[in-house]
Nanobody
Framework: VQLQASGGGSVQTGGSLRLSCVASGITLETVSIAWFRQVPGKEREGVSCITRHGTTYYTASVKGRFTISRDYANNTVSLQMNSLKAEDSAVYYC??????????????????????WGQGTQVTVSS
């Protein structure tokens, strides 16, 4: 199983980026995929998740600005990030939880439930 994250970059405040996580060795029908982010000196933070049943979760600070989606044909989960703020700057990681239960209420943002992780992609938002 491999997860390949891409799409990071440098943008100005208010700009947009689209992150992609391409999965190989697994299919999206069998896994929940989440995006996490981390800045130096802080714990990894759950940003968004889409379960194998299509339920989506967002951390409060990104609701209304970020949208998670999946493309079965390309086995890809994307994170559209709009209205970016400086505090969104971080290394973003995608992670997969195979055969997870359909309801991840209260646990979706816990790194320990994810078995596979992609490499990070840097997002830098500057004014």
């Amino acid at each position: 199983v491999q997860l390949q994250a891409s799409g990071g970059g440098s943008v100005q405040t208010g700009g947009s980026l689209r992150l992609s996580c391409v999965a190989s060795g697994i299919t999206l029908e069998t896994v929940s995929i989440a995006w996490f982010r981390q800045v130096p000196g802080k714990e990894r933070e759950g940003v968004s998740c889409i379960t194998r049943h299509g339920t989506t979760y967002y951390t409060a600070s990104v609701k209304g600005r970020f949208t998670i989606s999946r493309d079965y044909a390309n086995n890809t989960v994307s994170l559209q990030m709009n209205s970016l703020k400086a505090e969104d700057s971080a290394v973003y990681y995608c992670a997969a939880a195979p055969n997870s239960r359909p309801n991840l209420n209260g646990v979706w943002a816990l790194p320990r439930i994810y078995d596979y992780w992609g490499q990070g992609t840097q997002v830098t938002v500057s004014s």
